[in-house]
C-alpha cells in the first residue's frame, strides 16, 4: 500500500477519534507514519528522571518520578507528536488478575511505584491501591525548552463545583473538604432533559372518547408475547397500521401523533426514563424520605442503597464516604455506568483513588455495596447472595396505578458469599445468563418460599413481601407526582410493564435485626422469556389486566 492510500486509510479509520481527542489536524502524517512504521521515539525528546529526596521525608502525595525535556519541542511543529508505549493497558476488573499470572509484571510495577512489599499478593495489593495514581494519557499544549519539567493537568476540562475537580484529583494531592456537607438535593428540570431526545406529550382532548374493539389486534416487536398471547381476545398481527395495541423494543417518543389515533395503544409511558436509568432513580425514589441519620450515616429511604451521581455529586460522595471511614464503617461501593445492563463497566471497590478517577471513564453512579445480604443455602453450594425480580405493570397515571404479577423470579451466585475477592464476578453477581461457562442455577418463586420457611423460620416471607409491596407502591406515587419531565406523564394510551431488581440485606432497627430490601435498579422492557417458560399464561394474564380490566389471581394492585 502506498502512502498516500495509508494516510487515507488512517483518516477513515481514525478521524474520529482524532476529533473527539483534539488533535490538531496539522499532526495527524505524521502520527500516521509513527503508528504505521511503530516509531516510539519519545526518548529522543524526553527523559524519565528518579526523584531522589536525598534527607528529605517523601510525603505521600509526593512524586515518584518526572519527566524533563532533553530538547527544544515546538508544539507547531507537526513532526513533535509522540508516541507512548503503555507499560500496561489492563481492564480495571482484571488488575490482580494481570498481576498474578503475566510473568514479570508485578515486580516491573513495583519497581516503578517502589513498592517494598515482601509477597506477592501484598505487592498485588499495594499495586492495585497505586495504580490509579499512573494509569492515564496526556497531550502536550505548549512549546517546551531544553531542561524543562514536563507537568499535565491530571483532570482536564471545566468544573461548575471546584470541589469537583479538588475531588478527581484525590490519587494525587491532599484533600482539604472532607468535612463538607453531604446531603443531596434534587436537580432543577434541565438535569431530566440533559442527554435524552425530547418526548412529546399526548393531546389528551384527543383521548376524552375513546372506543376499545371487542377484539384487539397486537403489534408486536418481542418474539414471546407473538409466540405466546393465545388468548382469544387478542389477535397478533404483522403491519402496525392495522394494530390497536402497539409494543416496541425501541423508545417511542411521539406520544402527541399517537393521539391522532385514540383507539391504539402503546407500551410505553411519556417520560419513564425518571425510573429506568440509574442516575435518575435515586434522585426520584429520595422524594419518598429526604433525611440522614447523623450518627450511623444511613440515607433515607432505606430501601434505597445510598447513591451519589459521580458526575455531579463526587465532592459529596467523597466526604460521605470519609465520614464512614472516620467512624469505621463499610466503604465497599459498586460502581456502575449510568445506561448498561448486564453488570457492564461495573466495579465492586473500596479504593477512593479508583472511583475518584471514574467520572473521566463516562458518567457513573457509585452506590453502597449490601455488605450484609440476606444469603440463600443452596444445596450444592452453600450460602450464596441472590437477587429477586418482580414484573410490574403500570396501567395508568393520574390515577396512577401500578400491579404486580405474583410469581416474582429469583437469581443466584455462583459461590458461597464473603466480603473479599471482589474481582470474582460468580461470588458477588447473580446474573448468570450472559456469562460464558457460568452455571445457572434455576428455581421457582413457590420452591423458594418453602427454602425460605426452612431457612428463616423467623422471618415471615409474607410481611416481607408486603413491604415490597409497599416500597414499589412509594416508588411509583413519587415517580408520578411530579410534571414532565421530572416524573411519569399521564398517557391515556399508554400501558408499561417493568421489572425491580431488589435483595434483601440485614438491618437493625430498634434493637432488633429486620429484612430490609433494596432497590437496584428497575429495568425498561426486560427479558421475560423466563417468564414464559415457567408460566406459559404470563403474557394472557399480563393482557387481559391492561387492556381488558381483568384481574386474575396473578396479579396484586400495589397502588
Not at 337 to 358: E, Q, S, V, W
Amino acid at each position: 500500500m502506498d502512502g498516500i492510500s495509508t494516510y487515507n486509510s488512517f483518516i477513515a479509520l481514525h478521524k474520529p477519534q482524532l476529533l473527539l481527542s483534539g488533535v490538531p489536524e496539522y499532526f495527524w502524517p505524521t502520527l500516521c507514519k509513527k503508528i504505521s512504521d511503530q516509531i516510539f521515539d519519545s526518548g529522543l525528546a524526553f527523559q524519565l528522571v528518579q526523584i531522589d529526596y536525598e534527607d528529605i521525608q517523601k510525603a505521600p502525595y509526593d512524586p515518584l518520578w518526572s519527566v524533563i525535556a532533553i530538547k527544544y519541542i515546538n508544539r507547531s511543529d507537526p513532526s513533535h507528536i509522540y508516541l507512548i508505549d503503555h507499560a500496561w493497558t489492563f481492564k480495571a476488573n482484571s488488575i490482580k488478575n494481570n498481576l498474578r499470572n503475566v510473568p514479570g509484571l508485578a515486580d516491573r510495577m513495583c519497581s516503578l511505584m517502589q513498592i517494598t512489599a515482601d509477597s506477592i499478593e501484598g505487592k498485588i495489593h499495594e499495586i492495585s491501591q497505586q495504580v490509579w495514581k499512573y494509569a492515564n494519557t496526556y497531550a502536550i499544549g505548549e512549546n517546551v525548552e531544553e531542561g524543562d519539567v514536563i507537568t499535565r493537568n491530571f483532570v482536564e476540562g471545566q468544573f461548575s463545583d471546584p470541589l469537583q475537580r479538588e475531588a478527581m484529583l484525590i490519587p494525587w494531592k491532599q484533600y482539604e473538604h472532607f468535612d463538607e456537607d453531604f446531603t443531596q438535593k434534587e436537580p432543577d428540570v434541565n438535569y431530566f432533559l440533559e442527554g435524552h431526545i425530547s418526548e412529546t406529550l399526548p393531546d389528551l382532548e384527543l383521548l376524552q372518547n375513546r372506543e376499545t374493539p371487542t377484539k384487539l389486534k397486537v403489534y408486536a416487536e418481542y418474539r414471546y408475547i407473538n409466540e405466546f398471547l393465545t388468548a382469544p381476545e387478542f389477535q397478533i398481527v404483522h403491519n402496525e397500521n392495522n394494530a390497536d395495541i402497539l409494543w416496541y423494543i425501541n423508545h417511542f417518543k411521539n406520544f402527541k401523533e399517537l393521539s391522532m389515533t385514540p383507539h391504539k395503544f402503546v407500551n410505553q409511558f411519556p417520560y419513564e426514563y425518571v425510573i429506568t436509568i440509574k442516575d435518575l432513580l435515586p434522585i426520584v425514589s429520595r422524594r419518598c424520605a429526604q433525611k440522614y441519620s447523623t450518627l450511623q450515616l444511613d440515607t433515607y429511604p432505606l430501601w434505597l442503597p445510598t447513591t451519589f451521581n459521580m458526575k455531579t455529586e463526587l465532592s459529596k460522595f467523597v466526604s460521605y464516604y470519609m465520614q464512614r471511614k472516620k467512624i469505621g464503617l463499610d466503604n465497599h461501593w459498586i460502581c456502575k455506568p449510568y445506561n448498561l445492563a448486564r453488570g457492564l463497566d461495573t466495579y465492586i471497590t473500596d479504593n477512593l483513588n479508583f472511583m475518584c478517577r471514574l467520572p473521566l471513564s463516562g458518567p457513573k453512579i457509585v452506590q453502597k455495596y449490601i455488605e450484609n445480604p440476606v444469603l440463600f443455602e443452596r444445596p450444592d453450594v452453600g450460602l450464596v447472595k441472590f437477587d429477586i425480580r418482580y414484573v410490574i405493570i403500570i396501567k395508568s397515571v393520574d390515577p396512577t396505578e401500578v400491579y404486580v404479577y405474583n410469581n416474582f423470579f429469583l437469581r443466584f451466585a455462583n459461590k458461597p458469599f464473603s466480603l473479599d475477592n471482589f474481582e470474582d464476578y460468580e461470588k458477588h453477581f447473580t446474573v448468570m445468563n450472559y456469562e460464558q461457562e457460568a452455571h445457572l442455577f434455576k428455581m421457582l418463586c413457590k420452591d423458594f418460599k418453602d427454602a425460605w420457611a426452612i431457612q428463616y423460620a423467623n422471618y415471615d416471607w409474607v410481611e416481607i413481601e408486603q413491604s415490597i409491596f409497599k416500597i414499589l407502591a412509594d416508588l411509583f406515587t413519587a415517580a408520578t407526582s411530579k410534571e414532565p419531565p421530572c416524573g411519569i406523564a399521564k398517557s391515556p394510551q399508554s400501558r408499561a410493564l417493568y421489572a425491580a431488581d431488589l435483595m434483601l440485606s440485614w438491618h437493625q432497627s430498634n434493637g432488633e435485626t429486620v429484612v430490609q430490601p433494596k432497590i437496584l435498579e428497575i429495568n425498561w422492557m426486560p427479558d421475560c422469556a423466563r417468564a414464559c417458560e415457567y408460566y406459559p399464561e404470563f403474557y394472557n394474564d399480563i393482557f387481559s389486566l391492561m387492556f381488558l380490566d381483568k384481574n386474575g389471581e396473578t396479579l396484586t394492585k400495589v397502588l
